[in-house]
């Protein structure tokens, strides 16, 4: 080989090279470049929104141009147990309310486990007025460990005191609600979930803050009961109310009107409450799980037997039934007193019978289904 072809041989290696690093380069260029910095904003803004604040807080350190952007996030995410002490909570909490650009606060979530809340009212009240005062439209408020019966009434009572707020979903866990919640009314309340409370009733023994809010279209009951040493009647009245889920509430007796309500999810211990009046004219799904976790049964079948009765008439226009297998076990316990007290069934508008246990009783089955005015309804095994 020629000194020539040497050359060529070499300049051809050489440019291999270059191009295989010139490559690498881009491909390492391509793995480390800083994207979401110059995505828009208000995509910024969005993705910031899933985090909890403490953690947007902390992308102020990325660079300058991070500094100042968790200001601008419309989602607080406020959550006592990220800190060590609660004083450090505090003050952080004061310093995002403070530090925060004056925009609207889309949503507010608030977890606070603390002992000693009879002095942190106040507290708690700085933010829920924050963020009604900036146009919320969704709060949710979990206060654990909530002492003394005077600072959870103040608390209940809070979220009521801007009248005109825009407020269109809020959910509360805290000790007590007193029959005065809402008293000042939710002109645009949606969804209401109250969990692990304690209803405290008026002077007639009644809880019924419901007509306090007109366009109330979703309510959950988890964990809810009388307050202790009250007998409460729990009343339930919600012209446009849609989806109601009650979950393992305790009560002396429940009313229930819902002239509207499509959608009805009931997980009831069976002695936990008997319920009185229950009106769904315009019914279309039912889920029932009805569980004898106490073996309150045994002996008392017939008043059992009365209170499965008043709930089937209650669902008699409901299209969907759901059955778990809790719910045929107790009826098949109960099932003859059951034919002594009402002969026929109440079901008149059943199309489909769901059913997620193995194995059902036939006169079990007939009862719900031989009632209904379609031509053949449909029996489902899930």
């Keep these: 080989m020629n000194n020539s072809s040497s050359y060529e041989v070499g300049k051809a290696v ?23 910095s110059h995505l828009p904003d208000p995509i910024i803004h969005h993705i910031l929104s899933f985090l909890d604040t403490k953690s947007a807080v902390q992308t102020s350190v990325l660079s300058r141009l991070w500094r100042s952007t968790w200001k601008h996030v419309p989602v607080l995410r406020l959550v006592s147990g990220s800190f060590r002490r609660f004083s ?13 650009r004056p925009f609207n606060v889309r949503e507010t979530l608030f977890v606070m486990s603390h002992h000693h809340l009879e002095e942190d009212v106040s507290f708690v009240a700085k933010v829920a007025q924050y963020s009604l005062s900036h146009d919320a439209q969704h709060l949710v408020f979990q206060l654990l ?29 805290v000790s007590f609600i007193d029959c005065g919640f809402g008293s000042f009314g939710f002109r645009m309340l949606k969804t209401l979930e109250l969990r692990c409370c304690q209803l405290v009733p008026d002077e007639d023994g009644v809880f019924d803050p419901f007509p306090n809010f007109p366009r109330l279209e979703n309510l959950v009951l988890d964990g809810c009961c009388q307050g202790y040493g009250y007998e409460t ?6 012209p446009k109310l849609l989806n109601l889920e009650l979950c393992v509430i305790w009560f002396a007796s429940v009313e229930i009107d819902a002239p509207r309500l499509k959608l009805f999810d009931l997980h009831h211990l069976l002695d936990s409450v008997k319920f009185a009046k229950l009106s769904f004219p315009s019914l279309d799904h039912a889920i029932i799980d009805i569980n004898d976790q106490f073996e309150f049964m045994e002996g008392n079948e017939d008043s059992v037997a009365q209170c499965l009765i008043t709930l089937f008439q209650g669902l008699s226009n409901v299209t969907i039934l759901r059955l778990e297998p809790e719910t045929i076990k107790v009826l098949s316990n109960v099932f003859p007193e059951i034919l002594d007290q009402q002969q026929s069934s109440p079901f008149t508008r059943l199309v489909s019978l769901n059913v997620t246990a193995n194995s059902v009783p036939y006169s079990l089955l007939a009862y719900f289904l031989e009632g209904s005015s379609a031509q053949e309804p449909t029996l489902l095994y899930i």
């Design 145 to 173: 460990g909530v002492t003394g019966l005077e600072a959870s009434r103040r608390l209940s009572n809070l979220f009521g005191t801007i009248s005109h707020c825009s407020l269109e979903t809020l959910r509360l866990s």
């Design 14 to 36: 050489k440019r291999r090279r270059n191009e295989q690093q010139q490559q690498e380069e881009e491909e390492y260029s391509i793995t480390t470049t800083d994207r979401l």
């Design 233 to 238: 009647r729990l009343k339930i009245s919600g």
């Design 88 to 100: 450090s909570f505090r003050r952080f909490v004061d310093n995002v309310l403070s530090l925060r």
